[in-house]
Structures are given as C-alpha cells and as structure tokens.
C-alpha cells in the first residue's frame, strides 16, 4: 500500500511542472486550434468555427491532460471530459467575447491581429481552465488510491486499557481548592 502510494505521489507532478506540461500541451493544441479556426472560418461563420475546434481540441487536450499533465497515467474518464468541458465552454466563451469585441472596435481586422487577440484571450483563459482542471478535474486521482486504502482497511478493534485502582479511586474523590490551584 505504501509503495502503490509513494508511486502515485511521484507520478502526480508539482504545480510548476505541471503547468510547463500544461502549457506545452494545451498551449500546443491552442495554437493548432487557433489556425484550424481561421482556416475553417473561411467556409463557414466564424462563431461555429470556434464551436467545432472547441469541442476537437477539448477532447484532445483533456486526454493530453490526464496522461501527461496531471500524471493520472492513463486515458481521461467520461466525468473528467464532461468537467473539462465546463472549463472549455467558459474558454469559448472568452474567446467569442474578445472577436466580438475585436469586430466592434476594427472594422476589417487582419488575420495577425485576429491570431492576437484570439490567442491572447485563449491564454487568460487557459490559465483559468489550469486552475480548474488541478484543483478540481484531475484531483481525484491523487487521493484515489489513500481513500481506496481507508475503504479496504479492516478496522481496527480498540480495548479500553485498565484503569488502576489508585486512579480510580482519586478521581472518585471531590477535588478540593488545594487540588485546583495547586501552590507554586
């Protein structure tokens, strides 16, 4: 137990590795999502594009994630894709927000600007969406395998030890004001 243990313990990495891992993995797919948007948004509207990478790119991130990431060591759960893509949808939503705005202030903005500001609102987001994967998505499988030990444990039997006489016998008796301030 104590092994199975200390080898998750050591497979689960520090929030500094685990948010180089996250950034090269998710920030990764982001920036492969973010020319897979441009590129799509050329046959259809630009909002549905964002959709359509969205979902792709969550799907491949949140794997990328519980097998790299967050050292859960193997393929991500259907809750743990279901919890990543609250975060997601909350990313997408960001990202809409800021071309929204983008489209408000700058009447024909180029593609670099569009990558900009895309990609930026995909960082602030991204940083967000660690958070919530940490703390929340992939925190369970740090404490699976201590929380399955205390499950399968037999309970311990505890037997009152013996009181002495003397013990018993002083307890019994009324303290008096020399047994409760006793003289320095």
């Known amino acids: 137990m104590g092994t199975a243990q200390s080898q998750e313990q050591a497979a689960a990495p520090g929030a500094c590795a685990a948010f180089v891992r996250f950034v090269l993995c998710g920030g990764g797919v982001g920036l492969a999502s973010s020319f897979a948007v441009v590129a799509l948004a050329s046959w259809v509207p630009w909002a549905l594009a964002?959709?359509?990478?969205?979902?792709?790119?969550?799907?491949?991130?949140?794997?990328?994630?519980?097998?790299?990431?967050?050292?859960?060591?193997?393929?991500?759960t259907w809750r743990q894709h279901a919890q990543s893509a609250g975060s997601a949808a909350a990313a997408y939503a960001v990202t809409c927000v800021a071309m929204f705005v983008l489209q408000q202030l700058v009447a024909a903005p180029g593609a670099v600007?569009?990558?900009?500001v895309y990609l930026s609102a995909s960082a602030l987001a991204g940083v967000a969406r660690f958070v919530v994967l940490r703390l929340v998505v992939f925190a369970r499988n740090r404490s699976l395998p201590a929380a399955a030990a205390v499950r399968t444990a037999r309970p311990v039997r505890r037997v009152p030890a013996p009181v002495p006489a003397t013990v018993a016998h002083a307890a019994s008796r009324p303290a008096g004001p020399a047994a409760l301030c006793p003289a320095a």
Request: hydrophobic letters at 55%; proline letters at 0%.
């Open 50 to 76: 964002n959709a359509l990478v969205a979902v792709v790119s969550t799907v491949v991130a949140t794997e990328l994630h519980a097998r790299f990431t967050f050292g859960a060591g193997g393929r991500a």
């Open 113 to 116: 600007l569009e990558q900009v």
